[in-house]
Structures are given as C-alpha cells and as structure tokens.
C-alpha cells in the first residue's frame, strides 16, 4: 500500500502540473480547452528533440516550458481570441480542432511509436516500509512540488497572479477596475502552458512517450479540475493530488487495466453530489 | 463650482436598442447627485453608459473638460473616474486585502497609505484582512467594493444602487459612507438610487428620469417637496 500511495503521488503531480493551466483557462475564458492534453504531449516531444540535441536534462525541460508556454499564447492569438465573443461550445470544437492539430504535427514529426527519453535501465531505490523509487520518480516529485511552491507564491504575491485570480473570479469586474484584461490572458496561457509542458515531460519520463499520452491523461485532468472547483487553481492542486492517489490505490483491489475507471467515478460523483466543486464557487456553463 | 461631468443629450442602448434616449446632466466638482426613477426607465443603462460599458449612440461626455464619449472603461478608470456595479462587484475568493490591490491595479507607485485610508473609512474591513471576501455580508461586500474603487483616489465616483439588498440600518450606515467619502475624499458622487427618499437627503442635487429621458432636476430638498414627484416615485 505505501507503495501504491507513492506511485499515486507522482501520477498526482503530473496530473496537477496538467489541471492548473487548464483550470485557470477554464475559469477564466469559460470553455474546456481540449487541446490542453496535447499541449503536454507537445512539451513532451520538444524535451525529447533538445535531449537529440545532447542538451542537459534540466535545460531542456527549461526550453520546453518557454518554448511551449509560446505555443500555448500563439495558439490563444491565432485561434481562441477571435472566438471570445462566441459561445463556449464554439471555443471548445475550436480546442478539440487545435488538439488534433497538434497530435498529428507531433506523429508527423516524431512518428506514431513508442519513445523513451533515455534506454538506460534505473535501479529502484529501496526506502522504508517496502517503497522502490526510481531516481527520476524522485526527480519528478521534487521538481513538481518546487513548480507548485513557485506557482503558489506567484499567486498570491505577484500582482499578475492575483489580477489572474481576480479574472478567474469575476473578467468583467476586472475589466471595470482598469486591470488590462487581455495581457492577463496572455500571461495565464503561458503560465498553464509551461506547467502543462512540465507535466507532459515528466509523464514521457514515469512512462513513455506517445502521440496520443496527451490525450489520455485529459479525463484524470479534467476530473481534477471538476473535483478541485473550475477556475480554482488551489482546487486542481488538491484535485490532481486525490484522483493521481486514488487512481493507484485501485489498483490493489481492481485490475489496473480500468484504473481510469476510478477518475470517471469520482467525475460523475462530483457531478452530482457537489457540482461546483471541492473550492468552486462558480455555476459550470454548458 | 465647476462641473467635472458634463452630459449632452446623450442616447445609449444594446445592440441596436435604444434605452437612453437623451439624457443631460452634470455634476460638480463636490457634489453628491442621485438618479431616480422607476424601474426599467435606463437609469443602471445611463451609468454603464458614461463608463463606456455600453454603447454610447449620439450625444457627448465631459469629464474634466476632456471629451470622453467612446473611451474604453481601462481608458477612462486612469482618468479617475470610477464605477462601482449594483452585483457581483468584489473578487469572492480574494482576501479583502487582495480586492484592495486590485482596486489599486492600475497603480504603480506605493498605496499602502491609501490603503490605511480606506481602511478608516471603513473600520469593519481592517478586521478581515485576510478574509476571503466572498465569506463578507452583503453590506460588508458592498463597502468593499467602494473601498476598492477609492483605492484610485477618484475625482467622480459612479454607484449603481448602492443601497440595494441592504436591511434597513445598514441603508443608514451606507448614506453616512458616502456623504463621508464625498466630504474626507473630495470625490464627487453621481449615484443611482432605488431608495429615491434617502439618497436625496443626502444629495445636492437630483435628477429624475422617465422612459430614458430627462423628466425632472433640482435640489435633493425640492424634489423631496415636490408634489408630484412624491406621489410618482417616492411611493407618498
């Protein structure tokens, strides 16, 4: 079981780096974005093409993060922007346009197969109570807890992030009280993108790289975001954690092969017992 | 005195539906004007409306001798004007403090004092600083919403309905702030007011408006007195 709670906590952490951009998008522009998984993939892939490249590992999840924190607001400029004034299911069939978009750039460039950042076997670490870690499993806990830390202290310290909670709140206020609404958009794009690229990396890492890993992490991630409260950033941190946690823990008592089942349970319990989620003050539109 | 807000004949509506159908009006430099009138007759439309939140079709705006008629709200906040909505006017899940600094958004040097100002205005908010502002009451989430907006030291302050919703001492309470705020912070004040009696006890003067034009004007006291205006709007 100490175990299983283990590998919980590093699917979490993936599934948090993924649920905050999307959450804040989400809250803010009021449409799912369903291109978000494929953006992690995209993360993904461009640490895959700087490791090519013999760049060091830190550096190039560092590159991927900005390079895809672009992606995501040159995404936002091209696309979604011209569709604001439009429903939210405009914007969503637009996202799931982007998503296959970008799938398939990815598959064109990188291929449809299975890919590993490094064909090196790792040794597990023996810890108390039965526990193996892997070093890259250690890596990925450590590096998201300090991206969350940092993502928290922006947040709450710095006058973007609380003018990106404020939006998140109540954009027309927002507009109402001189805060430019647009650059706080394009800020939060970058920032969910960059954290969602973090999350692709770190997922090709615990298991491997595929086109379609994106895709497949997106219903943990949503039902993060539903579970936390949409918009609440603070809601997918505890979201993302629940769901990677109860995900693994199935796994004792169910095949592993349906451990998704167990995020689509507590999806549809949200949904009908809490809506608005554990932090969510928001009535879901569509 | 002269007037910081000049309004000439202005009409302003959705789309293409016209709701305000010429008004005129200006207000002084130390002023408390209310709007009153029945309901659905354009008044929250008028104000949204010299804040550029809706379509302004013909007519002008002055504020400080400066022609502001089609500015963006963003454009017009920096020009110390600002507008406090009826609802969903404060951040619910930022702390009262946090709302502050939003109010103080555009700002780039340091508020901190006009923080401490805001804060003797409004006694009650310095006890929960860090309460998240969607815990306040609805007369506590009312004062902070006009705490945030005096966090840019306006020279015209709009209120849509600022006694709204309130139990009736705290209507009281929210007369006495703004007739506060009006004299300490030398902010005029253009209010739109449901509660036509009490706004105009403490206004200067007042306008009274009928299908999104102009019907009456004058001093809070005559219309008050005034006969007609008793039996239409004042509910004698």
Request: hydrophobic share 50%; proline share 3%.
């Amino acid at each position: 079981m100490p175990q299983l709670i283990i590998n919980g906590i590093i699917m979490g952490s993936i599934i948090v780096l993924g649920s905050i951009g999307l959450t804040l998008t989400y809250g803010i522009l009021n449409f799912a974005n369903f291109a978000h998984g494929d953006i992690m993939a995209a993360g993904a892939y461009l640490c895959l093409f700087f490791l090519g490249l013999n760049v060091p590992f830190v550096v190039a999840v560092i590159l991927s993060m900005c390079i895809t924190a672009g992606l995501g607001i040159l995404i936002d400029w091209c696309i979604y922007r011209k569709l604001r004034e439009k429903t939210s299911v405009v914007l969503l069939i637009a996202s799931i346009g982007a998503a296959l978009f970008l799938r398939n750039v990815v598959q064109l460039i990188f291929g449809p197969q299975l890919v590993y950042y490094s064909s090196e076997i790792q040794m597990a670490k023996k810890l108390p109570f039965g526990i193996r870690i892997k070093p890259d499993e250690i890596f990925i806990i450590a590096a998201s807890f300090l991206l969350i830390i940092a993502v928290h202290l922006f947040l709450k310290r710095s006058r973007i992030g609380k003018a990106m909670r404020a939006l998140s709140d109540n954009m027309q206020l927002a507009g109402v009280i001189g805060i430019e609404t647009e650059k706080i958009i394009f800020w939060t794009w970058g920032l969910g993108c960059a954290l969602a690229a973090a999350g692709g990396i770190f997922l090709g890492l615990e298991v491997q790289l595929r086109p379609m890993m994106g895709w497949d992490v997106l219903l943990p991630i949503f039902a993060a975001v539903i579970l936390g409260g949409i918009g609440s950033p603070y809601g997918a941190m505890a979201g993302g954690m629940i769901i990677g946690i109860s995900q693994e823990v199935s796994t004792a008592f169910i095949n592993p092969a349906y451990k998704s089942v167990v995020s689509f349970m507590i999806l549809i319990l949200v949904l009908l017992i809490k809506p608005s989620g554990i932090f969510g003050k928001k009535e879901r539109l569509a | 005195m002269e007037s910081i807000l000049k309004i000439e004949n202005i009409a302003a509506g959705y789309g293409r539906v016209e709701i305000v159908k010429g008004i005129s009006l200006h207000v002084s430099k130390d002023e408390i004007v209310s709007i009153i009138g029945p309901n659905g007759t354009g008044k929250s439309t008028f104000l949204k409306a010299i804040f550029g939140l809706v379509k302004v079709f013909t007519g002008n705006i002055f504020f400080d001798n400066e022609d502001i008629t089609g500015l963006k709200p963003h454009q017009i906040v920096k020009r110390s004007m600002c507008y406090v909505p009826q609802d969903n006017n404060i951040f619910p899940s930022l702390t009262i403090k946090e709302n502050l600094d939003m109010g103080a958004f555009v700002r780039h040097d340091d508020y901190s004092k006009n923080i401490e100002e805001v804060y003797g205005i409004f006694p009650l908010l310095s006890g929960f600083k860090n309460k998240k502002a969607g815990e306040l009451s609805g007369g506590q989430q009312k004062m902070l919403a006009i705490g945030m907006s005096l966090m840019l030291k306006p020279k015209l302050l709009l209120l849509d309905e600022p006694s709204a919703g309130l139990a009736p001492n705290m209507v009281d309470e929210m007369m006495k702030k703004i007739e506060l705020i009006n004299r300490e912070e030398k902010a005029a004040i253009l209010m739109v007011e449901q509660n036509a009696k009490r706004a105009l006890k403490i206004s200067n003067r007042g306008y009274v408006l009928s299908m999104g034009k102009n019907m009456y004007e004058g001093t809070g006291e005559e219309l008050l007195n005034n006969k007609d205006i008793g039996k239409l709007y004042l509910g004698e």
